[in-house]
């Protein structure tokens, strides 16, 4: 269960992407954005009540906001490394170093020892994130533009993951609640939205990102009920494969074509996959 979960949350994660990406061609992204950490937070209050939560401790809620900081800190640096640097570098950047972080600090603080076929599928995952990521053609200006940016999201993406893994199974859903408002006030700050960048927002591009932010705040309860069941390390980087279904969806849908190195990547987190299945 604790690898369909993960799996899951990289399904979830990977819609809102693709979607996401395809919003923010027609409005401001930290704007949809803002919105998406909005309607998140509203489908996991309504949602908390309905799931057990015996014990909610003041330390879970913690957890749950110092994740949704880290998620703040992930997209606010993620536009702002994509605002002014190449696309080619910012994003495989962030995908590899936020799933390679949380495992460094899983195995050297949190004591976590995957299996030897899991390892191998570690070992393949991390890599077949940066090919899949990888760009044909990146945002102009020199190579290195973005990389600080870049080093900074991937750090929050990390924490994310990292203090979530950290909540109590008892706190039920509150844990993802409280990241949401922090997410959202964390955000507020970059997205100022103005009369300009509102008039570009219609009611259905509202309502899609508000269904985005639902949808990413479900991948986080999957890779958080994957994380109470898995090591956090094997949790993270199943649920970091999301970039698979950006690239297939681009494939099908919009008719973008495979690179070798993205054929690559697909190939390799496929392997990565059965390896820490196997694991």
């Known amino acids: 269960m604790a690898i369909l979960f993960a799996l899951g949350s990289a399904f979830f994660y990977g819609v809102a992407d693709f979607v996401g990406g395809l919003l923010s061609r027609r409005a401001d992204p930290t704007t ?22 015996p014990s909610v401790e003041p330390a ?3 957890w749950g906001a110092v994740s949704g900081i880290g998620t703040g800190m992930g997209m606010v640096f993620l536009y702002r490394g994509l605002s002014h640097g190449s696309m080619s570098v910012v994003v495989p950047f962030v995908a590899v170093g936020g799933t390679a972080l949380p495992v460094l600090i899983g ?24 090919l899949i990521s990888v760009t044909r053609n990146g945002a102009q200006g020199p190579r290195a533009a973005g990389t600080l ?31 949401r408002v922090a997410a959202a006030l964390a955000i507020l700050p970059l997205a100022r939205p103005s009369a ?28 958080m009920l994957a994380a109470q069941l898995q090591l ?39 392997a990565a996959v059965g390896l820490i299945t196997m694991g």
């Open 32 to 53: 949809i954005a803002l919105i998406g950490q909005l309607g998140a937070l509203l489908l996991s209050l309504a949602a908390a009540p309905f799931f057990p939560a």
């Open 60 to 62: 879970d809620l913690a």
């Open 107 to 130: 195995v050297t603080v949190l004591g976590d020892r995957p299996t030897v076929p899991a390892w191998l599928g570690i070992a393949l995952a991390i890599p077949a994130l940066w």
């Open 149 to 179: 940016d870049a080093l900074f999201s991937s750090i929050g993406i990390a924490v994310q993951y990292i203090a979530l893994a950290q909540a109590g199974a008892e706190a039920g859903l509150w844990p993802i609640v409280a990241g």
């Open 196 to 223: 300009a960048k509102l008039r570009g927002v219609g009611a259905r591009t509202v309502l899609a990102a508000a269904l985005i932010g639902g949808m990413a705040a479900l991948a986080l309860t999957l890779y």
């Open 232 to 270: 956090m390390s094997i949790a993270v980087v199943l649920s970091s494969l999301y970039p698979v279904l950006p690239v297939v969806l681009g494939i099908t849908v919009l008719r973008e074509r495979l690179t070798g190195r993205q054929l690559v990547g697909l190939v390799s987190a496929g």
